[in-house]
């Protein structure tokens, strides 16, 4: 098929598209789903809607499940069995086990070596490939467009209609090019790329698009550099983000387990190669950015766009025009604590957290165990480094990197999404400030009246280390 | 579904999430029902409710964040049959519909005027006609857009069960698009 005329978004969508010709009206089109991924917390209701139904679901095959969301970060018993302290989540973890048995769905349980982050563990085994559709009932399926494949967040009624039919309705969206330029200076991760686009662009100018990162500064990006910025697509408001597959992206691919092997790789690439050139379509929107430019990033108020350089002093509510924006803003910065004018350097921090499906990989932890190496955590701070996955605890066990946490006080503990969305019990108390690696600033979303600022890794092992809000750069 | 009418559940906050509508601490259930207790479990600037509101005026862009179609459960089980803001994020867009819950989309002047008016008054009684679609509050007369189209007729016990339907009376060209597609759709399965 020739490339004329269409984006990566495109070529994905019709190669997809289940009616022949596309809904008329802006109806919605139905869509084949070539891979779901499931966890605990939204998938229950949904297997009770086949249930209910009596219908079987259509390729277990398809779907891959995992437990990370209502997950123990605590060691396992000498048996290998988990404390749960919750006995609501042991009935949702159990839900899942016989669910998944009942249904056929392959499950990669507590304690399984693919266990993990769902984001982080398919596509560690090579389950997310160029050209795919992905759903998850998580909005952060938008990570695995890093690869070319076109993944997004789904409510769970979707779940169940992915389950029963391996499609789903939806509307064609419009595409939005995030093109960023030019090469991180040393300090600047992939994660202050992300903040600094949505602190810029804001947490609504996605809605009803699709992002296609495109530049320089993304081709330069390994795939995990890559994931963390597709990871926070939905802070922009887009469902899903794109990233032209290319070597670096084929590289990572070879060798995992659910990759084609052999001579099938060979020619998979050819045909990834083929199907997936450049794009030369035109984009619904545009908005250009110079990574030369590009800061340590952090977040003073309470949703992802609310962020600035670390060395920036925070907004003032006052500079804003709308009556309503002005209220909301204020209202942000009290319950956060801070002053607008006034800087953010200095100020303390009780908790850090690494982690979570934006950065919990390899790379991830060695930034922000290299920062650490021979240093402390300051006295007063908590420190949870959680790995994104069993497969990277091990890899990260294999370097030392657990031994330089432990050796600086932090906590090391087992995967899982842990002290992001403090669901299984690891959480910071009211009041405290807590520097995330996570994806989310929400009121709350670490805990009850808990204060949260996001930052790359680096960020984050710096905080640590001084105890207060601090530039990376002057500890490099 | 013609006009909704009555006290309204006002919190003109911007960019409410689905954190701020359901915490995460409150999904750890199997079921749909029952989640109205722990909405806004954890507002913390109390909202002037009206026991029986059943429509609720936000801020600009809700609904965003967390896909969560507990967040929409818990309003619908809370009573809630429509949200007014002038934006609302895709994914909560698209489960209030599945859940016959109606975003009402308004214009940011509008908007501006509709706060005003509840801010005077918070008991105001607010009518809301999708047959003309037009929303009042005393004075105030003014237009809205909603996907009333996309909302399923029938009452189902199922959260999207009429989009259910067409997909599996689409069978066949589901069974064609695969037959087609089948040497690249790589699987679980085997391995
Ligand atoms: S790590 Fe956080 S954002 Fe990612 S899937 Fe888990 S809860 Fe969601």
């Not at chain 1, 695995?144 to 029963?164: E, K, M, P, Y």
């Not at chain 1, 977040?299 to 509510?317: E, I, K, L, Q, S």
């Not at chain 1, 979570?356 to 480094?385: E, F, I, P, Q, Y």
């Not at chain 2, 507002?43 to 936000?58: C, D, P, Q, Y």
């Amino acid at each position: 098929m020739s490339q004329a005329g269409k984006t990566l978004f495109d070529t994905i969508w019709n190669d997809h598209r289940v009616n022949d010709a596309p809904a008329p009206d802006g109806g919605p089109d139905t869509l084949y789903i070539d891979l779901h991924l499931i966890h605990e917390v939204t998938s229950p209701q949904a297997f009770s809607i086949l249930r209910d139904r009596g219908m079987k679901l259509r390729h277990p095959n398809q779907t891959m499940a995992t437990m990370d969301h209502s997950t123990p970060s605590t060691p396992p018993r000498p048996d290998g069995t988990y404390v749960i302290e919750n006995p609501d989540a042991e009935i949702q973890l159990t839900a899942l086990e016989s669910n998944c048995s009942e249904f056929g769905v392959p499950l990669y349980p507590l304690g399984h070596e693919n266990q993990g982050i769902v984001h982080v563990t398919a596509p560690e085994l090579g389950l997310v490939q160029p050209g795919m559709t992905i759903v998850c009932g998580d909005s952060h399926t938008s990570t695995h467009g890093a690869f070319g494949a076109l993944a997004f967040g789904i409510g769970t009624s979707q779940v169940a209609h992915v389950f029963a039919t391996q499609c789903l309705l939806a509307k064609r969206p419009k595409t939005f090019e995030i093109r960023i330029d030019g090469a991180l200076q040393p300090g600047v991760s992939a994660k202050d790329v992300i903040l600094s686009v949505i602190s810029q662009i804001g947490t609504e100018a996605g809605t009803g698009h699709v992002f296609e990162y495109t530049g320089s500064a993304i081709r330069a990006m390994s795939m995990e550099e890559r994931m963390t910025v597709t990871n926070m697509s939905i802070e922009g408001g887009a469902t899903a983000g794109l990233i032209q597959p290319d070597e670096v992206t084929f590289d990572y691919l070879q060798g995992r387990d659910f990759a084609p092997q052999g001579p099938d790789f060979d020619e998979a690439v050819a045909d990834w190669r083929s199907r997936f050139q450049p794009a030369d379509g035109v984009y619904d929107r545009c908005v250009s950015f110079n990574a030369d430019e590009m800061e340590p990033m952090i977040t003073y108020g309470t949703n992802p766009g609310m962020g600035m350089p670390v060395r920036d002093t925070v907004p003032d509510p006052a500079d804003l025009e709308n009556k309503s924006d002005r209220l909301s803003f204020q209202r942000a910065l009290d319950y956060m604590r801070v002053e607008p004018g006034k800087p953010l350097l200095g100020h303390p921090v009780d908790v850090v957290f690494v982690g979570s499906c934006t950065n919990s990989r390899l790379s991830d932890l060695r930034d922000a165990a290299g920062l650490m190496d021979g240093r402390k955590v300051n006295d007063g701070v908590r420190m949870l480094v959680v790995p994104g996955s069993r497969k990277v605890k091990a890899a990260a066990e294999l370097e030392g990197l657990d031994q330089i946490f432990l050796r600086a006080g932090a906590e090391w503990r087992e995967p899982g999404c842990s002290m992001c969305l403090a669901m299984n019990g690891d959480k910071i108390e009211p009041g405290q400030l807590s520097v995330s690696t996570s994806n989310r600033n929400f009121e709350g979303r670490q805990g009850k009246r808990g204060r949260t600022v996001l930052a790359s890794p680096l960020t984050a092992a710096a905080c640590a280390v001084t105890g207060v809000i601090t530039d990376v750069r002057e500890m490099m | 579904m013609e006009t909704l009418t009555g006290p309204v559940m006002f919190l003109p906050i911007d960019n409410i999430d689905t954190d701020r509508i359901i915490p995460a601490r409150f999904l750890i259930t199997t079921k749909i029902k029952g989640l109205g207790r722990h909405f806004f479990n954890d507002w913390t600037h109390g909202s002037n409710a009206s026991e029986n509101a059943k429509i609720l005026v936000a801020g600009h862009n809700f609904g965003c964040g967390s896909s969560r179609e507990h967040a929409v459960w818990a309003l619908a089980d809370y009573g809630i049959e429509a949200v007014v803001s002038t934006k609302f994020a895709d994914i909560f867009h698209a489960n209030a519909l599945r859940n016959r819950l109606v975003p009402v989309v308004i214009q940011p002047e509008d908007h501006e005027r509709l706060v005003a008016a509840l801010e005077a008054d918070p008991a105001s009684i607010v009518t809301i006609d999708y047959g003309a679609l037009r929303l009042t509050c005393g004075s105030i007369d003014l237009p809205f857009t909603a996907a009333i189209s996309e909302i399923g007729t029938e009452e189902s016990e199922t959260p999207g069960g009429e989009e259910l339907e067409i997909l599996l009376g689409q069978s066949r060209l589901i069974d064609d698009h695969e037959a087609a597609r089948k040497a690249r759709v790589n699987t679980l399965g085997g391995r």
